[in-house]
């Protein structure tokens, strides 16, 4: 399995080079992974999982009869596949629902009322408030989305393409160093903030600064890489295209309910106990109720009303199941024990959780990030505060309860780190393509800034922690 998985893991990760989609190479690994483990590894569920063993076979008597091979490949059907497709899905639901959200403002003109407001000659000033919105944007949207509208803002403005590199590679770094700090803002932190690892508040309260300096450490060196004045035309070129838009005040009107629906979700997990994908449910079903009522009413074209039901048809579909494949591959090593086997090698060999958090962090810059925390996931599970007196060396396990260290660091530089190189996030990969940016490129003028914003990022938190 472990083959299987590093196999794949190499295959995703040189995706540009195989041309082979990573949403069908994580699909293929999840399903070879779950056929070895049921097929030849079955006897280790019920090594690694006594309590729930025992517990299913109590609660279903009629197994007893069969023998402890049979009995362990039904309690994995039957019991744990079930169990871990509902971890999965309450993350895969959130996402579809968050997506859903950001593509019916985006379809709508939404952001395009940000973008006006932007009208500078200056090439400097330019970058600092395109960095600056990216990455607050990307802290209520999602890095992935954030940099796709502001790059496609930039070309509106830069006609010559090696600055446009400069502002694509400020805006990667920026999209994602926003994401780190809110719970909303990243795949990864979506993960770490469902699953209980981590809270609104605390998070934002942890790593507001240091995601700060790594945005701000890259963008003071970057903006001596830029002379000379902008074209200002983005307001033109805005209306120009949008002549047939729908109008000015429906627009605003969904962008502020689109921002509110997505502020809304940690606000109701706070108040209800309830899981995430339900509030970010809830909110696209208000949004999606207020738009079918002004459609009905507006007097616009059928064309231009971007309904959910039309919207929801261009969401990334290859992303969820990109998800689904990863998490579904690494719950498979959860359980079998594999990631139990890793973490304790972890513990034994280093008990500095800053230097495992970093670790991760720069790994992140190769391969993709949402397998990584997975796998971390896995590794270390929520410490229950009452028991820590109860458990070998609480010092060092105190940094896994809920809003524990390694979790706020994990999400950092998990987030930042994938900056380092453009390959490293979701964020460079797309931009990469958009802009045509060569991998050399960002490796000789942005990676070294990157990584100069990562650690001195990660040295704030550190001191403050």
Known sequence: MVIVFIVGYVCIAMEHKIKIDKAAVALLMAGVMWVIYIVLTPLSASLENPASFTEFITNNQHLKELSILEQSRRFIVEFQLIEYLGDVSSTLFFLIGAMTIV?????????????????????????????????????????????????????????????????????????????????????????LWIKGRISSLPLIKSLLLPSLISTLIPLIFVTRLLKGGAQNVLKKTVIAVKEDAIGKRESITI??????????????????????????????????????????????????????????????????????????????????????????????KTQNIYLIDMT????????????????????????????????????????????????????????VGGSMLIIGSAAGVVVMGLEKIRFNWYLKHISLLAFAGYIAGSLVYILFD
Do not use: H
């Not at 006006?116 to 960095?131: C, F, G, V, Y």
């Open 103 to 191: 593509e019916l403002i985006d379809a709508n003109n939404g952001f395009d009322i940000i973008t006006r407001k932007i009208q500078t000659k200056d090439k400097r000033k330019l970058l600092w408030i395109i960095a600056g919105i990216a990455f607050v944007m990307s802290s209520v949207l999602d890095n992935l989305t954030t940099s796709i509208v502001m790059v496609m803002l930039v070309k509106k403005m830069i006609p010559n393409y090696k600055e446009r590199w400069v502002f694509a590679s400020m805006i990667i770094i920026a999209a994602n160093s926003g994401g780190a700090w809110s719970p909303i803002g990243d795949v990864t932190t979506i993960m």
């Open 360 to 415: 991760i962090g720069a790994l992140s810059s190769v391969v993709d990030n949402v397998p990584l925390v997975a796998v971390a996931m896995g590794m270390y599970p929520v410490i229950d505060p009452a028991t820590l007196s109860t458990i070998a060396n609480p010092e060092f396990m105190q940094n896994f309860v809920m809003d524990g260290t390694f979790w706020q660091f994990l999400a950092y530089c998990s987030g």
């Open 255 to 348: 962008l502020i309910i689109g921002v509110l629906a997505l502020l809304f979700v940690p606000v109701f997990k706070f108040f209800t106990g309830l899981p995430p994908f339900l509030g970010v449910l809830t909110s696209l079903a208000i949004i999606w109720i207020y738009t079918e009522i002004l459609f009905s009413r507006a007097r616009f074209k059928d064309s231009l009303k971007n309904r959910v039901t039309t919207v929801i048809k261009k969401i990334d579909t290859t992303t969820i199941l990109f998800f689904l494949g990863i998490l579904l591959s690494v719950l498979s090593l959860q359980a079998t024990g594999v990631l139990n086997i890793v973490g304790n090698f972890l513990n034994e």
